[in-house]
């Protein structure tokens, strides 16, 4: 809190400079009568009465038609957020809850635009709580910037909440923007690319799919992707224009922007390659079709620029007029390349105290920021799809399916009494020849019954298979992450000269290890439920001889294991129950003068399991070691939690005996 507090304070004593030039033309202090005039906002200040406050919304409909970078060109955002927050304040005081929905979502949205989420993620979360009042596209809106604005604090648990609803109501399917807030840009390009098909009909939908997977190459630092990306979505901006000018299709939204944020997108990418004059030009164009905030996207790099070429005042221009814009914005990554470009500005001055202090800022929310990504990372991790809820809802479905089959049968035989009824009376003949042409009609209706019944059928076969890949896909990162963290501890422990740390460090690694063989199996295995308890303890074992063989050991391995599949909450349970066991064996019952025996016995009879590890070891007196093992009380809390007995002999070898139920 103290270090956000220090950043703004910084960040607000500079907005009492002026700059002047091309780069700042609208940084004086504003006086927006004019423009008030010119949209038909009169008496902002004095009129606080229903009427004024809906005619003011009104307005703001009306403006807020197009795409959102020209309604900012009349009044600037943080004016409308001015006029607004003063209305949505007073219809709290006054209790008047009908007029306080009604300014709540273009406050909100307005808020967002501006990232001051501070003042914005309230409003979004009373719309949020009062979600029944909004029609289906403000619903849907709502939800987007609910969860960005999550993901900006961090709050991964309302993240996926959030997500999980937009799933729900089929306005998304994808998880890639929570795998790139959470630093996994490589999971957020495969989902990506698996999940969202690029939209063959031209319009800025097609654009935003370049621009987005650009991005997301270029977090990753694969910059020659990201420019790939970008060069095709300015090629067919190029051609969007060319068509609005033949009337071929209709401008959706300052086309001619798309056009500079491309060529901005490209010279961020020149800048990373340390190719500054022709990115300086690319950034001067972007800034010439640049309004308002959006300025902002062209005067971060375009400071780094000048500061490279050493054209030092222009960078000062810059510096304040990104000063000046980020003025009451909530304090994020983007506000923070303030800091580091500040450090770079004062560094090639010679004003190195300065240049340390913005950078000493830049650093300490760096770390900040790393914290919290392996934070979403942990949660991200640990986080459960709800399929056992999708099953129950594919069951659901086809049971109705099951139903109007029933139900369609029952009609159709019905309906042939009925036939059978007539003709048995011997109506006449114009009556029986209508009764079998409205047969012949309902035959029809009931093949395209059966019909739609079968695709729906196959459609949520399809659902089915597409969420079994799913969890195949969750059992694939997790194993990578766990291998990842394996991997990290293992760089670690080779800087460690500690034999005694190292020794805890290798046990850390081999319960990981035992999680990750879990995950891996479920992953290959045609089954994502259950493992083969065989398979999975031999590749155990084998993992842990090969963590602790020595030269001239002898060891024999027996393997008595009837053939059963175990779950993924159980077997991971077993599985650091078998580690902790076998690893005591080659810790203290192996010798260089003596083969030792490890035995390893699980004997199934019906729903009955006994486990039995068993080492022809010195063994150990129970009370030397009871009271500093680690390794027995991790065997005793899984047994617990595996609801299992479990009883240990430690004379002439030792023998751990689990009996537990599948």
Known sequence: MRFKILISFFISSLFW???????SQSLVAEDYSVALTKIGIKEVDSDFSTTNTIKIIHIWDSLNKNHHNTIYDKLPAKEWQRILTKRYQLAIQNKDDALRFRIALPLSFICHTRSAFIEGLPVLNYLYENKSRLNKEAYKSVLIKLEEEYRFYNRMDQVLKIRNERIENDFIKTFWEIYASCGLYEEAINDYKLFEPLPQEYSRSRLTYYLRLGDLFFEAKKIDSAEKYFRVGLAETEIFLKMI????????????????????????CLIERDEYTTAKKLLIYYLSLSTGEYRLNSLFPLSVCYIKT???????VCIDSVAYYIAGRTI?????????INSDYYHALGKNDSAFFYLQAYNRY?????TNILKNQSSLLTAKMEIEKRRKELVLTQNELVETKLSSSI??????????????????????LRNLKQNEKSKKLIEAKNSLLEI???NNLKKSQYNEQLIKELHHRVKNNLQNIYSLLNIQKRRIEDKDTIAFVTSIQNRINSMAIVHESLYAESDIELIDIKMYTIKLVEHLYQSFQKEGQLIEFVYEIDAVQISLEKIILIGLIINETVSNVFKHATSLDKQTILTIQLKVHHQNCVLMIKDNGPGFILDDVRANSLG?????????????????EHQQGVTHTISFTL
């Open 17 to 23: 400079a002026t700059p002047s030039s091309i780069f």
């Open 245 to 268: 000018d033949s009337k071929k299709i209709k401008e959706e939204g300052n086309f001619l922007y798309w056009k500079g944020w491309f060529n901005g997108l490209i010279a961020n």
């Open 310 to 316: 050493r054209e030092l005042q222009k960078a000062k």
């Open 332 to 340: 994020g990554k983007v506000e923070v390349k303030y800091f580091k």
């Open 366 to 370: 760096n770390d900040s920021a790393t």
């Open 411 to 432: 009609q159709e035989g019905q309906l042939y009494l009925s036939i059978a009824g007539l003709i048995s009376f011997l109506i006449i003949i114009l009556l029986v």
């Open 456 to 458: 729906y059928a196959e």
């Open 632 to 648: 027995l009380k991790i065997i005793q809390t899984m047994c617990q939690q595996l609801s299992a007995k479990y009883t240990i």
